[in-house]
């Protein structure tokens, strides 16, 4: 577990830099449009405290800010992509935390909203993560998720893998520096496909209700879990 801490810090810490780029040109733009949809589903508004997890650069918080969240708090592993963060986010300076999921120094019972956008792979042990979750939300406090996932249907499932396996890569590594990174998100989201599900892990931990919905062909899970 600690080498894959390790692994997951030094990967996200390299492409820190050219992460926002990337994420926007080799998802055509359509991770704008998966965090808005996963705001809008969770209900979040000015009366929310939210904690974004694996926050990355902030493009989550920003997100929300512009529903209206004025409590917002960060939490990332990796100490270059929070500089980022709160490079973007002058108004959030002070409120972002570089932790772990699972051991997150952030009292019980004390927000309304977790989000987590593509993190959850990365986490050494969901099941620790998903308890940490449980614990500090509130009563009907939400944690919103979006995770990749291989589409269901056949011939979308060979197009998907051979995008992600010839083309982001290749894409990924010219404009980041390090091709491994490349390589390490489409092996990682078969390997989670095949092996993790996700609401009823979430359900194990506590939460009481648990809507999924599919995004853009399937290629994208959107989970609201309620405590």
């Known amino acids: ?15 820190a830099f050219r992460y926002d780029l990337l994420n926007h040109l080799l998802s055509f733009g359509t991770d704008i449009y998966w965090r808005n949809k996963a705001l ?24 929300a800010k512009k529903f209206g969240v004025e ?3 960060g939490a990332d592993f990796s100490f270059n992509m929070l500089k980022l963060f709160n490079k973007k986010s002058p108004w959030i300076a002070g409120r972002s935390v570089q932790m772990v999921a699972e051991r997150m120094p ?3 019972d004390s927000v309304t909203n977790i989000t987590v956008a593509f993190g959850v792979r990365n986490f050494y042990d969901i099941r620790e993560g998903f308890n940490s979750f449980f614990n500090v ?26 995008y992600f396996k010839n083309i982001l890569p290749v894409v990924g590594g010219l404009i980041s520096g390090d091709k491994a990174a490349y390589k390490y998100l489409p092996s990682s989201v078969e390997e989670f496909d095949e092996k993790i599900n996700l609401p ?6 506590g939460f009481s ?19």
């Open 1 to 15: 577990m600690t080498d894959k801490k390790t692994q997951v810090k030094r990967m996200f810490d390299s492409i």
């Open 137 to 162: 939300l509130k009563k009907n406090g939400k944690a919103t998720i979006l995770e990749f996932r291989m589409p269901g249907n056949f011939i979308l499932r060979g197009l998907y893998k051979f």
């Open 40 to 63: 809008k589903i969770s209900g979040v508004n000015k009366y929310s405290i939210l904690l974004d997890v694996a926050c990355g650069t902030g493009d989550f918080a920003i997100a």
């Open 71 to 73: 409590k917002i708090f």
């Open 209 to 227: 209700k648990i809507e999924k919905y599919s995004l853009t062909l399937g290629i994208v899970q959107l989970i609201v879990a309620t405590k």
């Open 200 to 205: 009823e892990m979430l359900k194990n931990a």
């Open 106 to 108: 952030v009292k019980n």
